[in-house]
């Protein structure tokens, strides 16, 4: 399985770690950067890492930022995302289960065995394909303005 993997320069180290901890488990990573500490926006890695997704250059991405707030944000302007803003092993979970997330965001400021959870979980999950939220993220996916 394909990993995309990105941090702005508040989640670069933790984006080293994480490429470690996931290639010793199997995955292969596919990096939208940074490369440095050096101050970069977070709006750009996000939309670069949705794109990726768009043109299925990965299976499920990872994206990192001071809070998540903002990646996600960015994330999910492109079509075809959705990535989810997560704090904890239930949240990722559900993105899975239930939003059948493609993506997941993290903020930078939490511990590695909580992330390294965190990311297990979302891995691991499988979408329940109930109808309920087939439907709804259909609704979501062909929204194009006014309802």
């Keep these: ?9 508040r989640g ?8 470690k901890y996931l290639t010793k488990k199997g995955y292969d990573i596919v990096d ?11 709006s ?6 949705g794109e990726g997704y768009k043109k299925k250059e990965f299976d499920y991405g990872i994206a990192i930022c001071g809070s998540g707030i903002g990646i996600s944000i960015a994330c999910n302007k492109v079509k075809g995302v ?3 803003k997560v704090d904890n092993v239930r949240d990722a979970k559900m993105a899975r289960e239930h939003n059948d997330a ?3 965001a993290i903020g930078s400021n939490k511990l590695f065995f909580e992330i390294k959870d965190i990311i297990d979980a979302f891995l691991k999950t499988k979408f329940t ?13 062909d929204y194009e303005g006014h309802r």
Aim: hydrophobic share 35%; with cysteine; charged share 30%.
């Design 1 to 9: 399985m394909k990993i995309g993997l990105t941090a702005d320069h």
């Design 12 to 19: 670069f180290k933790l984006k080293g770690k994480l490429t």
């Design 32 to 42: 939208y950067g940074t490369s440095s500490l050096n101050p970069v926006d977070y």
């Design 44 to 49: 750009d890695l996000g939309i670069d890492i």
């Design 82 to 84: 959705r990535c989810a």
């Design 102 to 104: 493609n993506i997941i």
């Design 129 to 141: 394909e109930e109808e309920r939220h087939v439907r709804r993220i259909k609704k979501i996916s």
